[in-house]
């Protein structure tokens, strides 16, 4: 893969480097399937499905689609592969790859149900699920799309097979209002404030949704570009709806003359009504961090939750970790706070690269330290944090590394770099199965899906073991 010149910012691709890494020569034009540029995925709550968003960030495929592969499926036949180099028609639907010792290939069009895809705006970005009626009730997904300034929400319905089905089978069916070619309506296709028409119009860029924890129904959408912050109420009167859209939230780049300025993910702290932050009025309001993009920071903000609009608050700089003979590149990406206490969060600096620990502990007024204590180098272009608690052992975070096709495992007991590994084309997003003792990576790029052992007793622990997305046609 070429290095990268520097990064242009008008988009999600830009900002992923998915369009510099297609000038490279990246991309197979020829490449078609299910798997096309895929940039979001989630597991399912019964750990059944994976649902992956595919971007059309190219525009080569007509749209973006939202598919699910069924797990129990792929769970039997990484049990049963066929020999190096045998074609799929033969039966099998993974095979042990003939170039990468020890991997399984596996064709992902064995694995999905066309009912259960759908057809989405250009740009689908990451997935979120909301149980809007409990842990009983169905899964709401959300997907925003960057390029047709989006926010696509789907209902999905799943059924445990009875009879002779295998264990953790079942039966999906997902819901969004969508006609014979699988698009979704309007009341499911956010677009604009209170879904009104003549409201205020959804900017584009929306980069990484999240959504609100300990009983709040919200999601946050940052806005790479325009300095934008979005607000999903997710109890709308006929399901979610946007409620706020605020400009000016977010700071331009310090060390250029040009204007970008745009966030890229929010995380919540836990709240304690005994230690409460002053910023969530004694824990009735979420106190929320979101990392800048194009500033080498974070900014606090809460919720006005009787008006359902954003509340900004103080950003905090981390001028040691971005130094300013860096030129036109992102500084920050993913955060996640550290511990159910919330006194400790994890930053993915992007430029320099580095996963930086950020004591978050309250002083007598309530107000967070915000201080850097720890920071450790990764490989290049970081952008999305997993976090992965295993039931021995130490506490590891795992962050895509986009520019070299790598993930950096960090140790979080010894805040130590574990491991670099090695993976296929523009590692993207991560999604943890801890029932399984497996890590998804999305590999954008590569169109393809690949899976790292993270069970510590294995003899490939922390090494790919398969991948999804390989197809006969592909050779």
Same mark, same amino acid.
């Given at each position: ?59 080569? *495929? ?47 069009? $064995? ?19 909301? $149980? ?19 926010? /696509? ?5 799943? /059924? ?14 997902? %819901?969004?209002?969508?006609?014979? +070619? ?7 296709? #956010?677009?604009? %404030?209170? =879904?009104?028409?003549?409201? &205020? ?6 980069? %990484? ?5 300990? !009983? +709040? ?8 570009? !325009? ?35 745009? !966030? ?23 106190? #929320? ?26 950003? $905090? !700089? ?6 300013? /003979? ?17 006194? @400790? ?5 992007? &430029? ?27 490989? $290049? =272009? ?9 039931? /021995?052992?130490?506490?590891?975070? +795992?962050?895509?590394? +986009? ?24 590692? =993207? ?8 003792? @497996? ?19 294995? *003899? ?7 991948? #999804? ?7």
């Amino acid at each position: 893969m070429c290095d990268p010149p520097a990064v242009p910012r008008s988009s999600l691709a830009a900002a992923l480097l998915i369009s510099v890494a297609l000038s490279c020569g990246g991309d197979d034009s020829e490449t078609a399937g299910p798997l096309r540029l895929p940039t979001g995925a989630a597991l399912s709550p019964d750990g059944g499905w994976l649902f992956v968003a595919n971007s059309d960030l190219d525009r080569r *495929s007509g749209g973006s689609t939202l598919i699910a592969v069924d797990l129990a499926g792929l769970d039997a036949a990484l049990q049963d592969p066929a020999s190096p180099g045998a074609s799929f028609s033969a039966g099998k639907r993974c095979r042990r790859s003939a170039v990468q010792a020890g991997v399984l290939e596996c064709d992902v069009e $064995r694995f999905i149900d066309a009912d259960a895809t759908i057809s989405l705006p250009v740009g689908a970005g990451n997935i979120v699920i909301d $149980r809007p009626f409990g842990a009983d009730g169905i899964s709401r997904l959300l997907i925003p799309s960057s390029v047709d300034a989006t926010v /696509t929400w789907i209902d999905a319905e799943i /059924t445990p097979k009875g009879g002779d089905a295998g264990a953790g089978e079942s039966t999906l069916e997902l %819901r969004c209002g969508q006609d014979r +070619y699988g698009v979704c309506d309007e009341p499911h296709t #956010l677009t604009h %404030r209170f =879904n009104d028409p003549e409201s &205020t119009r959804l900017p584009k860029d929306g980069v %990484r949704l999240s959504l609100a924890g300990e !009983g +709040y129904r919200y999601a946050y959408l940052p806005h790479l570009t !325009g300095s934008v912050m979005t607000l999903v109420d997710l109890s709308g009167d006929g399901g979610p709806e946007i409620s706020d859209i605020e400009g000016e939230f977010f700071n331009t780049d310090p060390y250029t003359e040009t204007e970008y300025a745009g !966030g890229f993910a929010v995380a919540q702290r836990p709240c304690d009504p005994a230690n409460a932050p002053a910023l969530s009025l004694e824990c009735t309001r979420p106190a #929320l961090v979101v990392s800048h993009r194009f500033w080498p920071g974070i900014r606090q903000f809460t919720i006005a939750t009787a008006a359902d609009v954003l509340l900004g608050n103080n950003n $905090r !700089g981390f001028q040691e970790s971005n130094p300013a /003979t860096t030129e036109d590149l992102p500084y920050m990406a993913d955060l996640a706070f550290e511990d159910e206490s919330g006194e @400790r969060m994890l930053l993915v600096s992007t &430029t320099p690269p580095a996963l930086i620990r950020i004591d978050m502990r309250l002083d007598d007024e309530g107000e967070p330290s915000l201080t850097a204590i720890d920071t450790v180098g990764l490989c $290049r =272009n970081p952008n999305i944090l997993a976090l992965d608690r295993p039931p /021995t052992g130490e506490a590891l975070a +795992y962050v895509s590394c +986009y520019s070299d096709d790598q993930i950096a495992v960090v140790g979080l007991g010894s805040f130590r770099l574990v491991k670099t590994i090695d993976v296929g084309e523009g590692p =993207n997003e991560l999604v943890v199965d801890a029932e399984r003792r @497996r890590l998804y990576v999305v590999e954008t790029l590569g169109h393809s899906v690949a899976m790292i052992d993270t069970d510590a007793t294995s *003899s490939r622990y922390l090494e790919v073991k398969a991948r #999804l997305g390989v197809a006969d046609r592909f050779f």
